[in-house]
């Protein structure tokens, strides 16, 4: 699809994160099992129902913009996750791999972020008012999600890797 008008940018944005949502939703059932920390576990777990959630909102977002629901191979999404998934199959303490795991899911959100903040702003400026509505619940799910992962990390996770880490 040609791109000559910032409505093109916009629906083409929102094909990419819709694709990366998606990939999301398949990568974080492998983070939760590979997780040895409940904390961490229940955080996956509830960002993968929120996940789901915010895939239906974007098709809910395709259909204010009647056009079907299909995304566009996201390359960013696809090279957070394969390095997470890296991680994962490295010779890798517990903690340290909890540690690494988090990092990945923050690259993660931060991509997000950049994302449905990008095309939340198209969307106010181009008038789609009820859709810039749904991008910021995204979005405002996102921020809370990257904070939670910052306050693991920095009150159990990364003191267990110090401690745990040298150990192992
Ligand atoms: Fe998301
Ligand atoms: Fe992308
Ligand atoms: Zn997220």
Same mark, same amino acid.
């Given at each position: 699809?040609?791109?000559?008008?910032?409505? &093109?940018?916009?629906? $083409?944005? /929102?094909?990419?994160?819709?694709?990366? +949502?998606?990939?999301?939703?398949?990568?974080?059932?492998?983070? /939760?099992?590979?997780?040895?920390?409940?904390?961490?576990?229940? !955080?996956?777990? $509830?960002?993968?129902?929120? @996940? +789901?959630?915010?895939?239906?909102?974007?098709?809910?977002?395709?259909?204010?913009?009647?056009?079907?629901?299909?995304?566009?191979?996201?390359?960013?999404?696809?090279?957070?996750? =394969?390095?997470?998934?890296?991680?994962?199959?490295? $010779?890798?303490?517990?903690?340290?791999? $909890?540690?690494?795991?988090?990092?990945?899911?923050?690259?993660?959100?931060?991509? +997000?972020?950049?994302?449905?903040?990008?095309?939340?702003?198209?969307?106010?400026?181009?008038?789609? =008012?009820?859709?810039?509505?749904?991008?910021?619940?995204?979005? &405002? +799910? #996102?921020?809370?999600?990257? #904070?939670?992962? @910052?306050? /693991? !990390? #920095?009150?159990?996770? =990364?003191?267990?890797?110090?401690?745990?880490?040298?150990? #192992?």
């Amino acid at each position: 699809m040609p791109l000559k008008s910032l409505h &093109d940018l916009m629906v $083409d944005e /929102i094909k990419d994160i819709y694709h990366a +949502e998606k990939q999301v939703t398949r990568a974080l059932p492998k983070m /939760i099992k590979n997780t040895s920390s409940p904390k961490l576990k229940k !955080a996956f777990e $509830d960002h993968l129902k929120e @996940t +789901e959630n915010q895939v239906k909102r974007l098709e809910q977002i395709f259909e204010e913009l009647e056009i079907p629901a299909k995304g566009k191979r996201c390359i960013g999404m696809e090279g957070i996750i =394969n390095e997470g998934k890296e991680k994962m199959e490295e $010779d890798i303490g517990e903690s340290v791999l $909890d540690a690494a795991l988090i990092a990945s899911a923050q690259k993660v959100e931060h991509y +997000e972020i950049a994302s449905y903040g990008t095309v939340r702003t198209y969307a106010e400026e181009l008038g789609f =008012n009820k859709i810039a509505e749904l991008l910021q619940k995204t979005l &405002d +799910e #996102e921020f809370k999600a990257n #904070e939670l992962l @910052t306050s /693991i !990390a #920095e009150k159990e996770i =990364n003191y267990e890797a110090i401690n745990r880490g040298e150990v #192992e």
